[in-house]
């Protein structure tokens, strides 16, 4: 898990995301109000939501752009149920929250990786099936 987040606040414009992302190397930000997590935005999201759509990354505020139903794990859950949720959610990252909802860290796929390459490829595997039969 990263314990070190950055994030952005709802009305954020999406140029600052986009730089937030450049400066970390990360493809997603997180989007909190108060510590509390809102949602999480990604380069997807600002390709196909703002760019694709003719929208001003100026103009535009993360949280008009971001998932708001984020799929997240608890700090107590255990990798396989991590891994579990980002099939079930067809996602490669998952918030840490507390049950506050405050933002704690994410678990990347990659880092899942790091810890249990078997699991990780598992859940690689179905992810990309899933796209296919959606594509």
């Not at 579990?84 to 796929?109: D, F, H, K, Y």
Request: glycine share 8%.
């Amino acid at each position: 898990m990263t314990n070190v987040v950055i994030s952005v606040t709802p009305v954020t414009p999406v140029i600052e995301v986009a730089y937030q992302m450049r400066e970390s190397g990360q493809n997603y930000i997180p989007v909190c109000e108060g510590g509390r997590l809102q949602g999480i935005i990604t380069e997807r999201d600002i390709v196909i939501y703002v760019v694709a759509d003719g929208k001003s990354p100026i103009m535009e505020p993360a949280g008009s752009v971001m998932h708001k139903q984020q799929p997240v794990i608890l700090p107590n859950d255990d990798v396989e149920q991590a891994a579990e949720r980002m099939v079930e959610s067809n996602v490669c990252l998952l918030p840490v929250v507390a049950q506050s909802g405050q933002l704690l860290g994410v678990l990347t796929i990659e880092e899942l990786a790091r810890g249990n390459p078997d699991l990780a490829a598992l859940v690689v595997s179905k992810i990309s099936s899933l796209y296919q039969l959606q594509g």
